[in-house]
C-alpha cells in the first residue's frame, strides 16, 4: 500500500516522519512517501504521521487515514458464466479445449460439464478433466460445482455368484441376505459376479456370503466372496513430477465417499488421501465429514483445496486443507486440517518438475448412480496465497 503526504510546515529542520499503523510505530520514513508491506489482505488500515527533527523533537501527530487493501488476487481465473472459454490462461491448461460448455441446471451460467454414467457400479472406463496449472510450492484451488438435483450416492458390494446370468438374475431383482431379512437391489450381473445396492447401511453391512435368495425371481444362489467398494467419486487430483496410478511423486486426491464407510449418516463425506510417491500410500484416507446433503441438490458449493510441500525430505509436515462454502452461506468451513502429510519433493527430476503442476477435476468413480449424474463446473481459480474470503476462517 503507497502513503503519500505533504511535508511538514517546518520542512527545514524535518529530518523524517515516524509512521503508525493502527497506533504501532511501524518506520520512519526520510521522504514524503511510504510503502506499507505486510499487510493482509481485505483489511482495513489505519494510519497517522508525526514528524521528527534533527534534535529528536516530535510534532503533534497528523490526521488519520483509513485504507483497505484489496482482496487477494487469483493468479487464475475462470469463470464460464461471465464468458470464459477452455482457453490457456496463465499456466493454466486444459487437456482438450474441444470439450463443451453446457447450462447449469440452475440457470446461472454455462459450466463444464462431467457425467457419471447411471445403473453400472464398479466403473472404472470413466476419462478426466486433466489440466496442468502454474507450478507452485503451495497452492490454493477453488471450484464452484452444481451438483445434480437427482445426485443418490449408492454404495455397492460385488458378490462372487458364478451361475446368476445363466440363473436369469437381472438388474432391478431385490436379492435377500442371508439373515433373512436384509435386502439389496441388484445394480449389474456379470458372468460370475453380481453388484448389490443398498438403501440403507444396516443392509450394507450385513453378511452376503452363504446362500441369498433373489426374491423377485423365487431362487437361491451361492455367494462365494464380497468386496466392499469404496464408493468414491474423485473430485480433485494434483501431482507434481508425474501420474501413474499413485502418482510418480506426491499426490494428493480429494473425493466424495459414502459414509457408509466411516459413521453419521448415509450422506456423501469429503475424504483426502495421497502418497509420497510410486505406488507406496503414506497418508490414510481422512474423514472431512458430511459434505452433500438432499438440501445440497440442485445448488452450487465452492471448495478450496489447499496443499504445501513438506519443507524438508522427512519433515513430515505437509499441508493439505479443504474449505466448502454451499449456496447461500457468507463463510466457508474446515473439512480437513491435515499438518502432518510426508509429502516430500523429489530429487532425482529436473527442478521444473518437483512443484505441483498437474492434476485433473472431477474423475473416476467406484460407486453406482440410479441415473446419469451430470456436475458443472462453473469456476476456477488458483491462488499462491490465502484466498481472502478465508479471514477468519481457522486455521
Known amino acids: 500500500m503507497q502513503l503519500q503526504w505533504a511535508a511538514s510546515s517546518d520542512n527545514v529542520a524535518v529530518t523524517g516522519y515516524r509512521v503508525y499503523r493502527n497506533g504501532t510505530p511501524v518506520a520512519i520514513a526520510t521522504t514524503t512517501q511510504f510503502t506499507a508491506t505486510g499487510l493482509a489482505p481485505s483489511t482495513s488500515y489505519t494510519f497517522h504521521l508525526v514528524a521528527v527533527d534533527a534534535a529528536g523533537n516530535l510534532s503533534g501527530a497528523s490526521s488519520s487515514a483509513t485504507a483497505t487493501t484489496p482482496g487477494t488476487q487469483a493468479i487464475v481465473d475462470y469463470d464460464f458464466p461471465r464468458g470464459d472459454t477452455l482457453a490457456a490462461k496463465n499456466g493454466w491448461a486444459f487437456a482438450s479445449t474441444s470439450w463443451s460448455l453446457a447450462p447449469t441446471p440452475d440457470g ?213 486443507r479443504t474449505f466448502a462454502r454451499k449456496q447461500g452461506e457468507t463463510a466457508y468451513t474446515m473439512h480437513h486440517n491435515i499438518t502432518n502429510a510426508d509429502m516430500d519433493k523429489r530429487s532425482d527430476v529436473a527442478a521444473h518438475l518437483r512443484q505441483w503442476r498437474a492434476g485433473y477435476l472431477m474423475g473416476w468413480a467406484n460407486s453406482g448412480f440410479d441415473a446419469a449424474s451430470t456436475f458443472h463446473i462453473s469456476k476456477i481459480e488458483v491462488f499462491a496465497q490465502r484466498p481472502a474470503d478465508l479471514a477468519g476462517v481457522s486455521p
Open 108 to 320: 446461472s451460467g454455462l459450466g463444464l460439464p462431467f457425467t457419471y454414467p447411471g445403473v453400472l457400479p464398479g466403473n472404472y472406463g470413466m476419462s478426466e478433466m486433466r489440466f496442468t496449472m502454474p507450478p507452485q510450492d503451495e497452492f490454493w484451488l477453488r471450484v464452484r460445482w452444481h451438483i445434480p438435483a437427482h445426485y443418490a450416492h449408492r454404495h455397492d458390494t460385488e458378490l462372487q455368484i458364478a451361475n446368476a446370468a445363466a440363473a436369469g438374475w437381472q438388474v432391478g431383482d431385490r436379492v435377500r441376505g442371508t439373515d433373512g431379512v436384509s435386502e439389496g437391489v441388484i445394480s449389474r450381473v456379470d458372468t460370475s459376479t453380481v453388484f448389490l445396492r443398498f438403501a440403507a447401511k444396516a443392509a450394507f453391512n450385513s453378511v452376503w456370503v452363504g446362500t441369498l435368495t433373489n426374491t423377485t425371481r423365487n431362487s437361491a444362489l451361492a455367494s462365494t466372496g464380497r468386496m466392499q467398494w469404496g464408493a468414491n467419486n474423485k473430485l480433485l487430483a494434483i501431482w507434481a513430477d508425474g501420474y501413474s496410478s499413485a502418482g510418480l511423486g506426491s499426490t494428493m486426491v480429494w473425493q466424495t465417499d459414502s459414509d457408509w464407510y466411516f459413521s453419521g449418516s448415509t450422506h456423501s463425506v469429503v475424504t483426502v488421501g495421497y502418497s509420497k510417491g510410486g505406488n507406496t500410500v503414506t497418508g490414510a484416507v481422512a474423514n472431512g465429514g458430511t459434505l452433500i446433503t438432499p438440501a445440497d441438490h440442485g445448488k452450487h458449493m465452492d471448495i478450496i483445496f489447499h496443499g504445501k510441500f513438506s519443507t524438508a525430505p522427512g519433515a513430515k509436515n505437509g499441508v493439505i
